[in-house]
C-alpha cells in the first residue's frame, strides 16, 4: 500500500531529528565539561590531602561551587584562588588548561619547583599571584603570552637570573611586583613600555647598575620601591616626571649624585626614604614643596649643606631622620610647626649650635634622638611640654647647665640618655614612672643620688652615672 508523502517525510524526518538532537547534546556537553574536567584533573594533581580543600571532595558540591573556584556562564572557570593553602608541590602543568581564567592566586602555598612553561597558555589571565612561596628558577618566557595582565606578583620566592626584556610585553600591567627573590644583573630597559603601571616593586634582590631612564616613562606610577639592591649611578634624568608617585623607596643602595631640584615636583609624594645611599650635595630646597609628605627618611645618605628651613612647611610630617649625615649649622627655626610630629632622628648628622625652642611645640614628638652632634647650650625650658615624649636621647654634645626637674613632666617617657655632655648640679628627683634607662655618664654631676630613684614604683632598670 502507498504511504502518503507527509507521513513518508515524517518517517524521514524523525530519525534526523533525534540525530540533531543528540550531536547538539554531546557538542554542548563536550563544551559544558572541558573546564569541570580539568578541574577534576587539577585536584588529581594538586591536592594530595581531602582535609587541604574538603568542598573539592564533597560529591555534593559542584565542581563550580568548589572553594576558590569561581565560574561564569557554561561553567567557564575564570578564578582560582587557593591562597594560604599549604599544598607543599609543584605548580602542575595542567593549569594551562584553562584557557579563559583571569584570576590564578597561589600565593603562600608553600609552592616549590619552577614556574610551569604551560602558564603561558593562559591568554585571557588579568591577575597572577604566585608570591610567598619557595618557586625556584627563572622567569618563563611563555609568560609573555598573558598580553592583557593587570597584575603580576612573584614576590618572596627563590626565583633568579636576569629578568630579561619579556616583562616589557605585559603592557596592560598596573602592578607589577618581584621584591625578595634573587634576581641579578640590570634591571631592564624595556620596563618603561609599561605606561599603565602604577606599583612596582622590586625590593632586596641584587640588581646592580645604574635605574633605566626608561622609567620617566611610568607616569601613572604610585608606589615604587628598588630598596636593598646593590644600584649605582645617579637618578634618572626624568624623576621629577613621576608626578602622581606617592611614595619612593630607594634605601639601601649605593646611588651617587646630587638629589635634584626635580624632586620638589612630586607634588604627591607621602613617603620618601632615600638612605642608606651614595648622593653628594645637600637637600634641595624644592623639597618644601611637598605638602604631603608625612615620612622623610634620608640617613646615611653623606649629605652636606645646610638643613633647608623649606622642611617647616611640611606640617603633615610625622617621621625625620636625616642622621649619619655630614650638614652644617643646627636644625632650622619653624620646625615647631610640624605639630604632627612622632619621630625626629638626627643622631650623628653633624648639627651644631643651640636646639630651636620651638621643638617644645612639637606635643606628639615620641622619640627625639640629637645625639652625636655639635649641639651647645642648655635645654629649652619648652621641652616640659614634650607630654607624649618615649625616647629623649642627646648623649655626645655639648650641652650643659642643670638637668631639668621639668623632665618629671614627661610621664610616658622610658628612655632618658645625657652622656657625654657638660651637664652640672645635683641629680633632680624625677618621679618618672615607666622610665627604664637613664644615663648620665661622662657629666659634671655633683651630690647624691635621689631617694626617689629606688624608693618610687618604677620601672627603672638601668641607671649610670659613671665619672659623673
Excluded at 633568579?160 to 630597559?189: A, D, M, V, W
Excluded at 615647631?336 to 617644645?360: E, F, I, K, Q, R
Aim: with cysteine; glycine share 8%.
Amino acid at each position: 500500500m502507498r504511504v502518503r508523502e507527509p507521513e513518508m517525510w515524517g518517517f524521514f524526518l524523525q530519525p534526523s531529528i533525534v540525530f540533531l538532537l543528540l550531536y547538539c547534546v554531546c557538542f554542548s556537553s563536550a563544551g559544558y565539561n572541558s573546564d569541570i574536567q580539568s578541574l577534576f584533573t587539577l585536584r588529581s594533581s594538586l591536592v594530595r590531602r581531602r582535609d587541604l580543600i574538603p568542598s573539592w571532595f564533597d560529591g555534593k558540591t559542584v565542581p563550580c561551587e568548589w572553594s576558590g573556584v569561581k565560574c561564569a556562564a557554561h561553567d567557564i572557570v575564570e578564578a582560582i584562588d587557593l591562597s594560604f593553602t599549604p599544598l607543599n608541590l609543584s605548580i602542575p602543568s595542567c593549569i594551562g588548561a584553562f584557557s579563559s581564567l583571569k584570576l590564578l592566586n597561589m600565593s603562600s602555598c608553600e609552592l616549590i619547583g619552577q614556574i610551569p612553561q604551560a602558564l603561558g597558555n593562559l591568554w585571557n589571565l588579568e591577575y597572577l599571584d604566585l608570591s610567598s612561596n619557595q618557586l625556584s628558577g627563572s622567569v618563563p618566557l611563555s609568560l609573555a603570552n598573558l598580553t592583557v595582565l593587570r597584575e603580576l606578583v612573584l614576590s618572596s620566592n627563590m626565583l633568579h637570573g636576569n629578568l630579561g626584556p619579556i616583562f616589557g610585553q605585559f603592557k596592560s600591567l598596573i602592578k607589577l611586583c618581584f621584591s625578595e627573590n634573587y634576581f641579578t644583573g640590570n634591571l631592564p630597559r624595556e620596563l618603561g613600555n609599561l605606561s599603565e603601571l602604577q606599583i612596582l616593586e622590586f625590593s632586596m634582590n641584587s640588581f646592580s647598575g645604574s635605574l633605566p631612564e626608561s622609567l620617566e616613562n611610568l607616569t601613572n606610577l604610585l608606589h615604587l620601591d628598588g630598596s636593598h639592591n646593590a644600584l649605582t649611578g645617579a637618578m634618572f634624568s626624568g624623576f621629577g616626571n613621576l608626578t602622581k608617585l606617592k611614595t619612593v623607596d630607594l634605601s639601601f643602595n649605593s646611588l651617587t649624585g646630587p638629589l635634584s631640584e626635580d624632586i620638589g615636583k612630586l607634588t604627591n609624594l607621602v613617603s620618601l626614604w632615600f638612605g642608606p645611599n651614595g648622593f653628594i650635595g645637600s637637600i634641595p630646597f624644592s623639597i618644601g614643596n611637598l605638602r604631603f609628605l608625612e615620612i622623610l627618611s634620608i640617613p646615611s645618605c653623606k649629605l652636606t649643606g645646610k638643613v633647608p628651613s623649606e622642611i617647616s612647611n611640611l606640617k603633615k610630617l610625622t617621621d625625620i631622620d636625616i642622621s649619619d649625615n655630614s650638614f652644617m649649622g643646627g636644625l632650622p627655626q619653624g620646625m615647631g610647626n610640624l605639630t604632627n610630629l612622632n619621630y625626629l632622628v638626627a643622631s650623628h648628622a653633624g648639627l651644631s649650635g643651640h636646639v630651636p625652642g620651638d621643638l617644645g611645640n612639637l606635643k606628639n614628638l615620641m622619640i627625639l634622638d640629637l645625639s652625636f652632634n655639635h649641639f651647645e647650650g642648655s635645654l629649652p625650658n619648652s621641652f616640659f611640654a614634650l607630654e607624649s615624649i618615649n625616647s629623649f636621647l642627646i648623649n655626645d654634645n655639648h650641652f650643659y647647665g642643670p638637668i631639668p626637674g621639668w623632665m618629671s613632666n614627661w610621664s610616658m617617657v622610658h628612655f632618658i640618655s645625657l652622656d657625654n655632655n657638660n651637664f652640672f648640679g645635683t641629680l633632680p628627683s624625677l618621679r618618672l614612672q615607666y622610665l627604664t634607662s637613664f644615663t648620665a655618664d661622662a657629666n659634671l654631676l655633683s651630690g647624691e643620688i635621689p631617694l626617689i630613684f629606688v624608693q618610687q614604683k618604677c620601672s627603672l632598670i638601668f641607671l649610670s652615672l659613671i665619672m659623673s
